[in-house]
């Protein structure tokens, strides 16, 4: 599978986990940054993956995100880290 197609499924991941209401809007607004991060930033796409990743992470060990929202973040983040490893 070609990285674009599988960097606009991440980015249709993240998109479900800003249009759900019941996970709280710093979530929210987070999910919106790391996809905004992946496809506008200027950096290398290493780069762009590994922030993403890192800002993820930091949403998903946030108390009050529900689990089914917690888990959607552990998919993105693992569909981030396998297109890492296939770009090296």
């Known amino acids: 599978m070609d990285t674009t197609k599988e960097i606009r499924q991440v980015c249709d991941m993240l998109d479900q986990l800003t249009d759900d209401t019941s996970v ?28 993403s990743i890192f800002k993820l992470q930091d949403l998903a060990d946030d108390p009050n995100i529900p689990l089914h929202g917690r888990t959607l973040i552990w998919n993105i983040i693992s569909k981030l880290e396998s297109l890492k490893k296939e770009s090296n």
């Not at 709280?24 to 200027?42: F, V, W």
């Open 24 to 51: 709280p809007r710093n979530i929210r607004n987070g999910a919106d940054e790391c996809e905004k991060l992946l496809i506008e930033s200027d950096d290398d796409f290493d780069v762009r993956i590994a922030s």
